[in-house]
């Protein structure tokens, strides 16, 4: 197959992959993209006393700035968790699954971003 | 001839009915112009919002599919007397709703409350959600996925769960129960940017038909 053949076939199924609403492909700020999806729960400092945690709330979300707690994630822990939610580390429900809503690429400054806020490295590995 | 007489008046009437509606629709579309309804909702299709700036600039919801999402005793009702229905203020995450909603005369809300049912989102399929307690759809609501995080919803205690999300307390009198599956099938559609996670892919199309029931039984 050509080089013109190709990147055709490959700019149609991302347009196709676009209209079907599966999974955005633009990039957002990170700060934004903290704001909108995860602050009502991790609070907008990322303290884990968002809005939603009321007393009818059956775990503490995750305080992004307990570095201890934080450190005995990888960063691929991390990615895994934010894409899949909470179950997929044995962890609560409560903790959504948003691989369908945002990109990758998202989740990947998403890491960073809960690396500044933890000012840790996470376990290696 | 008798029913012959009886069959001309009987379509002379539903032709007479029909076009009232459509009056009614559109002395419903001046009054929500004269209103200004229109600075903060708009009510053409399909959604406008591509990024998180564009859903943070907007002042009110949509409105372009009202006549699926909506019963409509239920928006004839609150165009009169609003009643919160977010727990917070539109885009916040820490001030409380405010509750001052324009409200409409009486003869206004019932015209504006017809134009808005006439907007309808073609994703919607009339009788494919029949509102029923459903034990599958509560067990998804409360427990597997986290719906009731985000979500007020009617228990025997007491309203209880999250609050970003608009309270469901009232769904079953408010929401069209086949619009809350075609909201949940089709977020491209009716949410682009959203901080609802998408459930697609996640929720299999019979799940969301459970929980979708189980969201028109809650009342308060």
């Known amino acids: ?125 | 001839m008798k029913t012959f007489m009886s069959l001309i008046t009987g379509l002379a009437l539903t032709g007479f009915m029909a076009g009232n509606a459509l009056a009614d629709a559109a002395a419903g579309k001046a009054a929500f112009e004269a209103n200004k309804c229109a600075e903060c909702h708009y009510t053409q299709g399909p959604a406008q919002e591509k990024t998180i700036d564009d859903v943070w600039a907007k002042k009110g919801p949509e409105l372009w599919y009202a006549g699926s999402k909506f019963n409509a005793d239920w928006l004839g009702a609150w165009l009169a007397d609003p009643k919160p229905i977010r727990l917070l203020a539109f885009n916040s995450l820490s001030d409380p709703n405010p509750g001052d909603h324009p409200k409409l005369a009486a003869g206004d809300a019932v015209s504006v409350k017809d134009f808005l049912m006439s907007l309808t989102a073609a994703e919607v399929e009339a009788g494919s959600v029949k509102a029923k307690k459903n034990p599958k759809g509560k067990l998804i609501f409360t427990k597997k996925m986290p719906c009731s995080g985000c979500h007020q919803y009617p228990d025997k205690s007491g309203n209880r769960g999250g609050k970003s999300g608009p309270s469901l307390v009232e769904a079953g009198l408010r929401l069209n129960p086949d619009w809350i599956l075609a909201y949940l099938q089709h977020p491209a559609v009716f949410k682009p940017v959203k901080d609802m996670p998408n459930f697609v892919g996640i929720l299999s199309d019979k799940d969301m038909i459970n929980v979708s029931r189980h969201i028109a039984s809650f009342k308060p």
């Open chain 1, 1 to 125: 197959m050509n080089r013109t053949m190709k990147s055709i076939i490959f700019a149609t199924t991302l347009v196709i992959a676009v209209m079907a609403g599966a999974v955005p492909s633009v990039a957002e700020d990170v700060e934004k993209v903290f704001k909108f999806y995860c602050a009502q729960c991790h609070g907008e400092s990322g303290d884990g006393k968002g809005i939603n945690v009321t007393e009818d709330f059956p775990v503490t979300p995750r305080a992004f700035n307990n570095a201890a707690e934080m450190n005995k994630l990888t960063d691929a822990d991390l990615r895994n968790v934010i894409h899949e939610g909470g179950p997929i580390a044995s962890k609560s429900e409560m903790m959504p699954p948003w691989g369908k809503t945002l990109s990758d690429e998202d989740i990947d400054n998403l890491v960073i971003k809960l690396r500044a806020l933890c000012q840790c490295k996470g376990k290696q590995g």
